[in-house]
């Protein structure tokens, strides 16, 4: 990003305009195909047309800092990936169905990332594909259908996870074999202990329900950040005891890597190396390919041999030689450029600027998030335990105002969401901060 182009993308707090004349129209006929019920981002929609690093720019000309977006993991527009998928599309581009080493040299690669026993993969093409095809296999591996999600949560769009999902609008509601479960939150707690017993106690009654209602235990799916439901913080213990439980009860643990994998909780590859467990299951999803579209489910080879004795599965556009070579070039830049320890080194430093910039500010209940994904809590400074989506959805329409892209999470909308692609650096970790600074200080009273 050159000096002009960080420049173009100025500090300033006024509202956004209405949308010119060529977005109108574009937004007109997006409503006139894909329908009006797509979702899209701001009150005037923004139309973006060419990214770079962490950069995006609209038909406008004008610049923004994307603090947002986890598939462009390795940065908008990253050579090293465009080249690869650019050199194997221009070779060869088939299903799996034939030998390619650079579909095998890709597996062995990402396999190598994960802790034993995890050395197997599915390749697929989302994390909504993936989820369902985890689901299935922990089914036929136990012979039951009951599963345990968050009372907050999103885990696919397919029909199957439609009927677990929580967290979003569906019209099939929930389905008789799901059990939710309300996750901890220990931010702010002195003694853990209580809040933690309590917890573990409605996993052990939504266990029982289940096996009581003849479903009995098929998985828990969770992401280890909780981020859907406002990164929130469990108490130590937690995750190790709801792990433990279902597999006591024959039932697999599923993480759900989507949002948490590839770095972002700074210092360690996957989510679940925060805590002391052993998934079986593991999904991967949006940041794999940096747009390209692959997933993955990592399992164990007991479990995928079992599932496959039984099943002719297979995929017809997953792990082709062009998704592998764009899930190696990710893998490549992560390697080159120190991503893991960026992730850490950035997160701390966020994390502890986060906490000076809200010091004494009774609109800011917490500072959310671990590594490169972050956020800060709003309440109602006349009542902390009341959220304040207003504030929320204000901040974040005056950051895009000022050039940032943000979005926001949490049951009541009221947790700022901040995940910029792993290539961000110091100076514009600096540049988000201090528009997020001048946002906060230009807050209208509540």
Known sequence: MTQSSVAAANDTGSAAAGPTAGTADLLRRRYATLGSRSPLFYSTPLEVVSGSGVWLTDADGEVYLDAYNNVPHVGHANPVVAAAVSEQMARLNLHTRYLNDRVVDYAEALLATFDAPLDRAFLTNSGSESNDLALRIARQHTGNTGVLVSDWSYHGNTGRLAELTTGLATGEGLAPYVRTLHIPDAAGVGDESALLAESLSEVDTAI?????????????????????????????????????????????????EVQSGFGRTGGRMWGYQMFDIEPDLVVLGKPMGNG???????????????????????????????????????????????????????????????????????????????????????????????????????????????????????PAGNVLKMRPPLVVTRSEIDILLGRLASSLEALPAG
């Open 292 to 410: 390209h579209p692959l997933s993955a489910l990592v399992t164990t080879a007991r479990l995928q041999d079992e599932f496959g004795a039984r099943n002719d599965y297979f995929n017809t556009f997953a792990g082709s030689p062009v998704s592998a070579a764009a899930g190696m070039a990710v893998l490549q830049v992560m390697a080159e450029e120190n991503l893991l320890e960026r992730s850490a080194q950035l997160g701390h430093y966020v994390s502890e600027r986060l906490h000076e910039i809200v010091a004494g500010n009774p609109r800011v209940a917490a500072v959310r998030g671990r590594g490169l994904y972050f956020g800060l809590e709003f309440v109602d400074p006349a009542d902390p335990t009341v959220p304040d989506a207003a504030a929320t959805r204000w901040v974040v329409e005056d950051m895009r105002c000022r050039k940032v892209l943000i979005s926001r999470i949490g």
């Open 208 to 256: 029982a329900s289940l096996v009581e209602a003849g479903h009995g235990l098929a998985a828990v799916v969770f992401d280890p950040l909780f981020s859907t439901e406002g990164l929130v913080s469990p108490p130590s213990g937690y995750v190790e005891g709801l792990a433990a439980r279902v597999h006591a009860a024959g039932g697999l643990v599923l993480s759900d």
